[in-house]
RNA sequence: GUGCCUAUAGUGUAACGGUUAGCACUAGGGUCUGUGGCACCCUCGGUUCGGGUUCAAAUCCCGAUAGGCACC
């Protein structure tokens, strides 16, 4: 666990074809068992901070901080690698702040594997997405989004162009622009072990008209990105296309073309539960499943493939078995900031007052920390008064929960149950 | 003891004599998927009590009760 040395691949680690692929990149992925019922994998990414058991859950760190935990909690909670912002970090500190405290894992103290998202997703989550308060799975208000993009409407607070995005911070002003290269020189300055190419992440049901511009430019963006790059850290190329077949196969195509390490599925992936189609106008069926099935058989199977965004426990499974191998997700931190933990009985709200007279644990089949020491009256108690040690406890046992049931989904594959 | 003022949902407040008595917080229920410790949606819940005036009273009048202030 501990640097270079321990963590440096054995030779013969790395199953690339050709020097493209394996290219003085510091990572290595190694499948230990396919599955015979699923496109599953079961394998171990090595990275220069260590190995990761795959399929695996990457938390999100987006500020160099897993919310409401120190990096020992977040290692406690048995995970093995977090994610964290191009964009939020170059807003605050900025990365020389970070490249002068030795990179994000000693800057953090996470001597362990870390990616850092490109700000692809931030051209959606502060355009379209902070106009319209929808996420990237909105199911409301995707008309009007429809008519903004159609009408060609740039979102408020930033501007695209096939240069890269300008974007302006509603909250301080601050202005800052960035493309393909500017995504790669921050990254390379925060230095996770993992870079992802800067892309265009689409709203929800945009139209296959503006998604073909849109692909255009991300696969511009993607070339470009590999061109900037100049250390070994491993790049993730980004496959869009929204819920379009033939862009989503043209997309996973090109990408896979590519002298990329990995690869990221991003974008609108539909309806990640049922691929019940929700907007209404011939989407019908497309879900995150079925574009995972159209993409994942068409990109090289001996690279490892990141889904970004997705994972309720629901989903998890599901993208497992289409080949996905690790995926990131704010849901476990997200939703624990909000009083609400994932047991084995379901979701519980902590801030309802019927907790308070419960002495049980947030799950009594969980082995974690917070189940161990603490009971549902408390933290009921801290979250209703709104003490932040309510975030750390819930966000603590969530991730343990999910971790184990992710480890769980990795005992299936290798007993030959999924 | 006397005088004056006040009384609307659990709390804080709004309502020319004509509104379905409005709002905020709280409470209860819900939403949240490459992170704003946000935010949003739904619901429950009220004119202190007793008389009177009026077609019509939270609103005007009289009393009771409670609180505040001042004076003795």
């Not at 799975?137 to 240069?163: C, M, W, Y």
């Not at 009594?364 to 801290?382: F, I, M, N, Q």
Request: aromatic share 8%.
């Amino acid at each position: 666990m501990d640097g270079w040395q321990n963590a440096r691949p054995r030779s013969g680690a790395f199953p690339f074809r050709g020097a493209a692929a394996t290219l003085n990149r510091m990572i290595g992925f190694r499948i230990l068992k396919k599955s015979k019922r699923s496109r599953a994998r079961l394998g171990v990414l090595t990275t220069p901070h260590g190995e990761v058991e795959t399929p695996t859950l990457v938390p999100v760190g987006t500020l160099a901080a897993v919310k409401a935990m120190r990096s020992d909690e977040v290692a406690a909670t048995r995970t093995q690698m977090i994610i964290a912002n191009t964009y939020h970090l170059h807003l605050m500190p900025g990365e020389k702040v970070v490249k002068a405290a030795g990179g994000l894992q000693k800057f953090m103290n996470w001597p362990r594997p870390m990616m850092t998202d490109s700000g692809g997703f931030q051209v959606f989550s502060l355009g379209f997405g902070r106009d319209l308060g929808v996420g990237k799975v909105a199911k409301h208000f995707v008309n009007k989004i429809e008519q903004a993009v159609e009408r060609g409407d740039q979102p408020k607070s930033l501007r695209i162009t096939d240069d890269g995005v300008r974007f302006i911070s509603p909250l301080t002003g601050d202005e800052l622009f960035l493309g393909p290269k500017e995504s790669v020189r921050i990254q390379e300055a925060l230095g996770a072990d993992i870079m992802f190419a800067f892309d265009e992440c689409t709203p929800p049901r945009v139209s296959r008209e503006y998604m073909k511009k849109s692909l255009a430019r991300t696969h511009a963006w993607a070339k470009r990105c590999l061109e900037a790059r100049r250390t070994s850290q491993a790049l993730y190329g980004i496959v869009q296309g929204s819920l379009y077949e033939n862009l989503r196969k043209e997309s996973a195509r090109f990408v896979n073309g590519l002298p990329f390490d990995g690869f990221g599925i991003g974008g609108d992936l539909g309806d990640a539960q049922g691929g019940r189609g929700s907007s209404g106008k011939g989407d019908q069926g497309v879900g995150t499943k079925k574009i995972l099935e159209w993409t994942l058989p068409l990109l090289d199977e001996r690279k490892p493939r990141h889904l970004l965004g997705i994972g309720y426990l629901e989903d998890i499974e599901t993208i497992v078995k289409q080949g996905i191998d690790t995926f990131d997700c704010t849901v476990p931190t997200h939703y624990a900031r909000r009083g609400i933990a994932f047991t084995s009985a379901g979701r519980l709200d902590l801030g309802k007052a019927a907790f308070l007279n419960d002495r049980k644990p947030l799950d009594p089949k969980c082995g974690c920390l917070t189940c161990a020491e603490y009971t549902r009256s408390y933290v009921a108690h801290l979250v209703r008064a709104k003490e932040i040690t309510a975030a750390t406890l819930i966000t603590f046992h969530n991730l343990h929960y999910f971790n184990s049931y992710v480890e769980g989904v990795r005992n299936k594959i290798r007993k030959g149950l999924l």
